[in-house]
């Protein structure tokens, strides 16, 4: 038995995956919870000590034997998070988070600087926007001045247990084209967008590996710390997308990936660079060597959550009387920024249900008008990506969301196209496992596209495919978005 891991490190928990590459099956997985520091700010932060601890406490749960026999491990990790450490790898402060919407006055003050949205976008191939790293750098020079004089290390969360394993300081495209400090066209950082934040910032910034490469080997600490073989290869690791784009198969034109976890994401292999900022389609590098135009929200099942405790509910019950409502949920909407929103851009955002009437208004229908808003927030994604061209054949849907069969099927509807789910549900995990091997085997662009058709299955059983409904959704979905614009001024005064 040789085994691959891969490492997820999300925002509510760290996973761990442990992955017979001969067998084609996990052998054995584990995870630990990380807590989050939340202020009415928009504040949402983390402390690399506690990711520091929970890497060690899931690796604890795995048997011995078995974390023996690794051959190679991948880190998958949730993105645009900013981590900084001074010369000795001590962090100057928490870990700002990728829904942290604290730092809308540093995109305002970095998009003047270059000059206007145009010139952001013509760099980063992206808006200048709060979830993204670069504002959050700028928020640490501003308000903690000496911790900035003292930082050496800047890392994103994978790069940080990446620096955990191997000691070394490096970075991959995909997660890099995160941060707003990258020029995903070229596949190199850019100068322009460092000095809007310090003239001395390129300078820090990590020297960037390709995707098949290691970002080097387990050092004899982290061997001893984890219980597992010192000097096996850690691949180059990426974002939670990226690395879910591998572990759903998402690795070739036409294919998407739906993830509906806290936030809400949609993204689609490209060979060639695809974004469309205004319309929230990042233009992000896939860590595969190709590009992977993504589209994000910052309420997913952040939604339904908030509504299922406002009514007490079980999540059985939520799903029972959601499913009692009809499809549109007769008019009830569900505007779901309870964090502030990324997609459209509303970092002041707020949640809101509307269109309730006396004959309405329900349980039934709110539960089912918040499973649609979110499905309603990534159709816009959807429809940039057709667009540009891009014509979808199948959506691969990961996430809470994929474990309700009514989620499946009102994703099916609204989007109008065919959705399969993977046979694993840690398509992050998973993901980084097969990235491992794949640096294991030499890499190379067609070998991550065989080593994909080789490990990653569906389960044909949670297939949904578009039904009656979807004629009623195109009418829904026009009157969420009528909604959204008139209520959206709401949220954009100063």
């Given at each position: 038995m040789n085994i691959a891991a891969g490492i997820d490190l999300g925002t509510q928990s760290l996973k761990v995956v442990l992955y017979d590459y001969e067998k084609k099956q996990i052998a054995a997985q584990a995870s630990c919870p990380l807590e989050l520091i939340s202020k009415e700010d928009g504040t949402r932060e983390q402390k690399t000590d506690r990711y520091d601890a929970a890497l060690k406490t899931a690796f604890e749960k795995l048997p011995v034997d078995l974390r023996s026999r690794i051959q190679a491990v991948g880190v998958s990790g949730q993105q645009h998070g900013f981590v900084p450490l001074d010369k000795d790898g001590n962090a100057l402060y928490n870990v700002k988070l990728w829904n942290d919407t604290s730092t809308a006055e540093e995109c305002r003050i970095l998009t003047e600087a270059a000059?206007?949205?145009?010139?952001?976008?013509k760099e980063a191939a992206n808006l200048m926007l709060p979830g993204f790293t670069a504002p959050k750098i700028l928020w640490l020079k501003n308000h903690f001045p000496e911790?900035?004089?003292?930082?050496?290390y800047i890392l994103l969360p994978h790069d940080y247990i990446n620096f955990v394993l191997t000691g070394n300081y490096v970075m991959e495209a995909g997660d890099a084209s995160g941060t707003a400090l990258f020029n995903p066209s070229s596949r190199t950082?850019?100068?322009k967008l460092c000095s809007l934040i310090d003239d001395g910032l390129y300078d820090l910034l990590p020297p960037l590996i390709a995707s098949d490469k290691k970002a080097g080997t387990?050092?004899?600490k982290a061997s001893r710390m984890l219980g597992i073989p010192e000097g096996i290869p850690v691949s180059s690791g990426g974002g939670d997308n990226m690395m879910g784009a591998i572990g759903t198969g998402t690795v070739s034109d036409g294919f998407l990936t739906m993830s509906m976890g806290t936030s809400g994401t949609l993204y689609g292999y490209s060979d060639t660079p695809i974004a469309d900022p205004e319309q929230g389609l990042s233009g992000f590098c896939s860590s595969t060597g190709g590009w992977l135009p993504l589209l994000c929200t910052m309420n997913c099942t952040v939604a339904t959550e908030q509504i299922r405790a406002l009514f007490g509910l079980s999540v059985a019950d939520f799903d029972t009387l959601a499913e009692a409502a009809p499809a549109g949920a007769q008019g009830v909407?569900?505007?779901p920024f309870f964090n502030g929103e990324r997609t459209p851009n509303l970092p002041k955002g707020r949640a809101s249900i509307t269109g309730l009437t006396m004959t309405n208004s329900n349980r039934e229908n709110i539960c089912r008008a918040a499973m649609e808003s979110a499905v309603f927030a990534l159709k816009g994604g959807l429809d940039a990506f057709k667009k540009l061209g891009f014509k979808p054949k199948e959506i691969r849907l990961i996430g809470g969301?994929?474990?309700?069969?009514l989620w499946r099927q009102i994703a099916a509807d609204i989007m109008n196209v065919p959705v399969s789910v993977p046979a694993s549900e840690e398509a992050?995990?998973?993901g980084a496992a097969v990235q491992a091997l794949w640096c294991l085997e030499g890499g190379g662009a067609e070998a991550i596209k065989r080593l994909c058709r080789e490990h990653i299955q569906l389960n044909k059983e949670k297939s949904a495919v578009p039904g009656e409904a979807a004629g009623e959704y195109e009418k829904a979905y026009t009157d969420y978005t009528e909604i959204l614009g008139k209520l959206t001024p709401l949220y954009t005064h100063s």
């Open positions: 000059g206007g949205k145009a010139e952001i976008i911790a900035w004089k003292k930082l050496r950082w850019s100068q387990v050092s004899e909407r569900v505007l969301g994929a474990k309700s069969p992050a995990a998973l």
